[in-house]
């Protein structure tokens, strides 16, 4: 086993020396270099370009950070360390020379993207907090093009307005997005759900490490089940049956309500069900807080994330929920 890497050091965060933010702007992050980025106790509090260029590279490794944001934080930490632990190199969660090295490619982390009308398509107006409002919607769909297109390129909707301040995201019109690469391919044997370390790590029959996600994984309200599940069955774009005396009470609904399907659905895009009733692995409609608040005691990760699992996973995969420190390799 490699050594795991310390809840201390994941209470750090990486950061660019300390140097003030520099300009978002395709051709700095496209030269950005990964190699001055560092662990620090304090981050920037705005988006970095070397920081954007690192959860690209991440992302397209199989190491998910994420929303990509050019924040650095825990998830982008734990993703470090996930990578570490693929390629079986020291797991301490640093972007050394020898990370970067394996890390970086040719490819252009930003491109230009031309805005089609298929984009446009779909949308609602907007997405109402309470279940029994949802309920009454035909869809939970995006409510822009810039949210669209965020979920499709993995982005945070901040970076994608930073990248096209004076857009207006029409069909026709040329944006900047990131290329995160493209999905990840294997046949996962067993899922480990990390709730101390906030991590879904996926193995193959081999026992390679084949993915590392960042997870919600329950909450002190709801916590997430014990011991060893496997997956039942994958449903894409499920709608979702709410029932106050099974699950969770939401505001004042008190009776059962189906819950239209979509990408702001309660459970997003995917839901990845679980031997254990009423549990599973699903998406999100809310990409930037995951692993930052509880879930009802499912796993919880991003949309992007959630679909590419569950093309890699079939009915009997073992779904294993472990307290671990952070990302190890077996």
């Known amino acids: 086993?490699?050594?795991?890497?310390?809840?201390?050091?994941?209470?750090?965060?990486?950061?660019?020396?300390?140097?003030?933010?520099?300009?978002?702007?395709?051709?700095?992050i496209n030269a950005a270099s990964i190699t001055s980025i560092g662990i620090e106790k304090s981050a920037p509090a705005d988006p970095d370009p070397a920081v954007v260029?690192?959860?690209?590279?991440?992302?397209?490794?199989?190491?998910?950070?994420?929303?990509?944001?050019?924040l650095s934080g825990e998830n982008v930490n734990k993703a470090v360390a996930g990578?570490?632990?693929m390629n079986k190199l020291p797991v301490d969660g640093r972007v050394d020379p020898d990370v970067a090295s394996r890390l970086e490619d040719n490819a252009p982390?930003?491109?230009?993207?031309?805005?089609?009308?298929?984009?446009?398509?779909?949308?609602?107006?907007?997405?109402?907090?309470?279940?029994?409002e949802k309920a009454k919607m035909q869809s939970l769909g995006y409510t822009s093009v810039a949210e669209k297109l965020s979920e499709r390129f993995h982005m945070g909707i901040d970076l994608v307005n930073a990248l096209n301040p004076a857009s207006q995201f029409a069909p026709g019109?040329?944006?900047?997005?990131?290329n995160p690469g493209v999905a990840r391919q294997g046949k996962?044997?067993?899922?480990?759900?990390?709730?101390?370390?906030?991590?879904?790590?996926?193995?193959?029959?081999?026992?390679?490490?084949?993915?590392?996600?960042?997870?919600?994984?329950?909450?002190?309200?709801?916590?997430?089940?014990?011991?060893?599940?496997?997956?039942?069955?994958?449903?894409?774009?499920p709608v979702y049956?709410?029932?106050?005396?099974?699950?969770?009470?939401?505001?004042?609904?008190?009776?059962?309500?189906?819950?239209?399907?979509?990408?702001?659905?309660?459970?997003?895009?995917?839901?990845?069900?679980?031997?254990?009733?009423?549990y599973g692995i699903h998406g999100t409609p809310e990409p930037k807080l995951i692993d930052k608040v509880g879930s009802h005691g499912c796993v919880r990760l991003t949309n992007w994330d959630a679909e590419?699992?569950?093309?890699?996973?079939?009915?009997g995969v073992l779904v294993d929920f472990v307290n671990r420190s952070a990302a190890a390799a077996k």
Not at 1 to 28: C, H, N, Q, Y
């Open 83 to 85: 990578f570490e632990a």
């Open 53 to 70: 260029r690192l959860q690209v590279l991440l992302d397209r490794a199989g190491a998910s950070p994420g929303v990509i944001d050019g």
């Open 1 to 28: 086993m490699k050594k795991a890497l310390p809840m201390s050091l994941l209470a750090f965060t990486i950061s660019v020396g300390g140097a003030a933010a520099r300009e978002l702007k395709p051709d700095i």
């Open 173 to 178: 019109d040329t944006v900047w997005v990131v």
């Open 308 to 315: 590419e699992l569950a093309e890699m996973v079939k009915p």
């Open 188 to 237: 996962v044997k067993r899922i480990e759900a990390d709730r101390k370390a906030g991590q879904v790590l996926a193995y193959a029959e081999d026992g390679a490490l084949l993915v590392v996600y960042p997870a919600t994984i329950g909450s002190q309200d709801n916590p997430a089940p014990s011991g060893k599940h496997k997956v039942k069955g994958v449903a894409k774009m």
């Open 241 to 278: 049956r709410y029932d106050p005396k099974l699950n969770f009470k939401q505001g004042n609904n008190d009776r059962v309500l189906t819950i239209p399907k979509g990408p702001n659905g309660p459970v997003g895009t995917v839901w990845i069900d679980l031997t254990e009733p009423t």
């Open 109 to 132: 982390v930003v491109e230009s993207y031309v805005v089609s009308a298929e984009d446009a398509k779909g949308l609602v107006d907007r997405i109402p907090e309470d279940y029994g």
